[in-house]
């Protein structure tokens, strides 16, 4: 069998060097017109739901929650280029949401790493080390100026230093919300079509106060094939994938999907991680 020759990173050497040290990278990928699409296609399925919420975190590959007019976003090669250099080949999508919030909405979160669905027993400290392998990527893409994700550098390498540990306490989970401010976050101001990727186990969260205008974001997470899967393998909820839904999609969101549910076949170490993912989105965030 002949071997495909990967193909050349669209990423520098300078830009992977930021990203393994400092945990994030942005880059404009959508233009103008695709924006406008997406929102239009945001406000078109607010409209024909009757979609009251002034905040919510929409699973929009899911039946019964899907928005057909921004689905394929995890079919975009300009996305899927900047995954492949940061992860390596055979990207599969392994997570889809829509963050929505009108202006006026009191937006904050607790500063976190995102092992908040896993049993404390179960959180490796070798996971915030400079060695280990993060075979999973996150995206922000804000369709509207989205200044809501904070994050401190570097942290994905590293444990939680004092300050940190003085407002976590002794989990690595999430601080309060009232915690006083982290001397090292950054905020990360994106533009409409601008995509942030990020080490989600850095010490992030995403904060706006009161948003002084609409939030429209996509959220991704994206795994390769190349390598093992990482605790966030299998956020999708899988499950909810019939032929029936599948035939349902656009070819290219069809396919992604089906890769995904070949690739979570062969990995069924990650099922309890889903399984407490699920609770997870359950119990401590009201999705739609």
């Known amino acids: 069998m002949t071997q495909s020759t990967p193909r050349p990173s669209v990423l520098s050497d300078a830009e992977l060097t930021f990203f393994r040290e400092q945990g994030y990278l942005v880059r404009k990928l959508l233009d103008d017109a695709t924006v406008a699409r997406y929102v239009a296609a945001v406000d078109d399925s607010r409209r024909e ?10 699973q929009f590959l899911q039946p019964g929650k899907a928005i057909p007019g921004i689905q394929d976003i995890v079919c975009n090669e300009g996305v899927l280029d900047v995954c492949r250099g940061l992860l390596g080949e055979r990207i599969i999508v392994d997570g889809a949401s829509l963050f ?11 500063w976190h790493r995102d ?9 490796d400290q070798n996971w ?8 999973y990527v996150q995206m922000n893409m804000p369709l509207t100026t989205d200044g809501c994700l904070w994050i401190v ?23 309060p919300i009232d915690a006083p401010e982290l ?9 409409p079509g601008e995509a942030v990727f990020y080490n989600n186990y850095a010490v992030h969260r995403g904060y ?10 996509i959220h991704l997470g994206f795994h390769s094939a190349e390598h093992a899967p990482t605790l966030h393998f299998g956020v999708l909820d899988h499950t909810e994938y019939s032929l029936e839904y599948l035939e349902s999609l656009a070819p290219c969101v069809r396919e992604a999907l089906r890769a995904h549910l070949v690739e979570r076949a062969k990995h069924p170490e990650v099922n309890v991680f889903h399984a407490y993912h699920q609770q997870f989105l359950k119990k401590e965030f009201k999705t739609t």
């Open 183 to 191: 001397g090292d976050g950054k905020q990360i101001v994106v533009q």
């Open 115 to 123: 092992v908040l669905q896993v049993p404390d027993d179960q959180v």
């Open 128 to 135: 915030f080390s400079p060695d280990y392998h993060y075979n």
């Open 49 to 58: 739901r009757g979609e009251t919420q002034r905040m919510s975190n929409l």
């Open 100 to 110: 929505y919030g009108d202006a006026g909405v009191d937006y904050r979160q607790g």
């Open 153 to 175: 550098p570097g942290s994905h390498r590293r444990q939680l230093n004092a300050e940190e540990r003085a407002i976590f306490g002794n989990t690595e989970k999430m601080a």
């Open 208 to 217: 706006g106060g009161v948003l002084q205008d609409r939030r429209i974001t």
